[in-house]
């Protein structure tokens, strides 16, 4: 699987927007880009995904440069509720991994009042 | 509630015992997965089933795992003689999958916390 590269921690002040960046230098042409999120003490949830172009949900934003080797997940507006582990994940649509997610050590959000 | 859901939420056995956990998917989900999460780290990918059949086994998976699911609905974890390392956060997901689907949304359950003394 290719791997993604994800700063330990972020921080950020409540209603601030947030850029929460992965790095895929080995991303395949057939590879999607997942984002999910685990709140303390729950499993994780799915945020948002992409596969070239820009994506926008209830949640968040993906923006995907254009090489694809990067990728910035956007939370127009923090609240507290938002501080969370955030994981960037590969997931190739293509292969016989049947949709299983390869977990890196994420993204610590931390959102100040 | 239609979310996937795990029994025990906690366990906390002796070293040598055996335990096992069950996953309720939900209901309209043909595949299912177990991971497991050490502190501090991701959740690592354990297992999977397509129905109720068994795919894919993860090298973490020793032969003291056993997992089922035997009428493709709800799912089983067992561990025989537990070790102290084998204590961690056991997670089930359930998704609607099949071949050509872009994207395959996993909804995980609250887990199961595993305490080995």
């Known amino acids: 699987d290719a791997k993604t590269t994800q700063p330990n921690s972020m921080e950020s002040n409540e209603e601030e927007p947030v850029h929460l960046p992965c790095n895929h230098s080995t991303i395949s042409g057939t590879d999607y880009i997942h984002w999910y999120r685990q709140l303390p003490s729950q499993g994780p949830e799915y945020v948002i995904h992409g596969l070239t172009s820009n994506v926008n949900n209830r949640m968040a934003s993906l923006a995907i440069a254009e090489d694809r080797k990067s990728s910035t997940l956007i939370l127009h507006r923090a609240t507290l509720r938002d501080a969370a582990v955030y994981y960037c994940i590969l997931m190739n649509a293509g292969g016989t991994s049947y949709g299983k997610l390869t977990f890196g050590q994420g993204t610590i959000l931390t959102v100040h009042p | ?117």
């Open chain 2, 1 to 117: 509630d239609t979310g996937v859901s795990q029994d025990p939420r906690h366990k906390i056995t002796k070293r040598g015992q055996n335990v096992t956990f069950r996953c309720d998917p939900i209901s309209e989900h043909n595949r299912l997965y177990w991971y497991r999460q050490t502190l501090g780290q991701g959740p690592e990918f354990l297992t999977y089933f397509q129905n109720e059949a068994q795919l894919e086994k993860s090298r973490l998976l020793s032969d003291r795992f056993s997992a089922e699911r035997p009428k493709g609905s709800f799912s089983t974890l067992e561990i025989q003689r537990t070790e102290q390392g084998d204590s961690a956060m056991y997670l089930c997901a359930s998704s609607l999958g099949y071949a050509g689907l872009e994207y395959n949304e996993q909804f995980f359950g609250p887990g199961t916390r595993l305490t080995v003394l």
